[in-house]
């Protein structure tokens, strides 16, 4: 299996040699920059797996850096930063950054953070080996091999919508549109919380089928038979 490629930006030479050192160890493939406006760049002639990403850095922030790639790419970024204040956890996370760790942090739990954020951005090989993800209409419920979950009637059409076009990214809007037919007025935020629960209800299988891209909305990631 080829080795997660991951790119380190980090200004600081000790603390880049020894995360490059630390992750090589742990079996990935790693490159480091150490300023920021080589990055995007960077990041499109190469996609790598997942980025660690300094807050502060020259030629170009972490934050913009993070908002730039946003514009194109739904890889995993970490953030590493010293400034420890809630406002800057909010915003980059806001931003579309996948998870935040202050300085200075542990490398087992850096490396705990890394496994979690590939984990859930990447579609999982195991969920799509043990078959085809089914949605039983006379059931209302989804199933996988020999598992099965109900669902509930707005749950149902979630998943027809989503499964109907694997890979294909819905905005809320659209979801909401298949959602509520009688077109009443509500929140696009009733749309993540239904995500909330459906992915709670899917912990039972392995993987996580159901995917965020930043700032677009959701996509279903598995092979599908809708029947």
């Excluded at 209302?140 to 027809?160: A, D, I, N, Y």
Aim: proline share 5%.
């Amino acid at each position: 299996m080829t080795a997660l490629h991951i790119l380190i930006v980090e200004d600081e030479p000790k603390i880049a040699q020894g995360l490059r050192e630390f992750l090589a160890a742990e079996g990935y493939t790693v490159s480091v920059l150490c300023d920021g406006s080589e990055v995007v760049t960077w990041v499109r002639d190469h996609s790598p797996d997942a980025v660690l990403l300094d807050l502060m850095l020259p030629g170009k922030d972490g934050m913009a850096i993070c908002r730039e790639l946003r514009t194109f790419s739904a890889l995993p970024i970490l953030m590493l930063t010293a400034r420890v204040e809630e406002v800057d956890r909010l915003l980059g996370l806001d931003l579309g950054a996948d998870d935040y760790l202050c300085k200075p942090f542990s490398l087992r739990e850096l490396a705990a953070r890394l496994r979690a954020v590939l984990r859930r951005c990447r579609p999982d090989s195991n969920a799509e080996s043990g078959g085809q993800w089914q949605l039983d209409v006379e059931r209302w419920e989804l199933r996988l091999g020999g598992q099965s979950v109900p669902l509930t009637p707005v749950e149902f059409r979630l998943l027809q919508q989503l499964m109907g076009k694997p890979g294909r990214v819905f905005s809320r809007p659209q979801l909401m549109r298949a959602l509520y037919e009688d077109h009443r007025i509500v929140s696009d935020r009733t749309v993540d919380s239904h995500i909330r629960n459906l992915r709670r209800k899917l912990e039972v299988f392995p993987g996580e089928p159901i995917q965020s891209v930043y700032g677009v909305g959701f996509r279903w990631q598995g092979t599908t038979d809708l029947g």
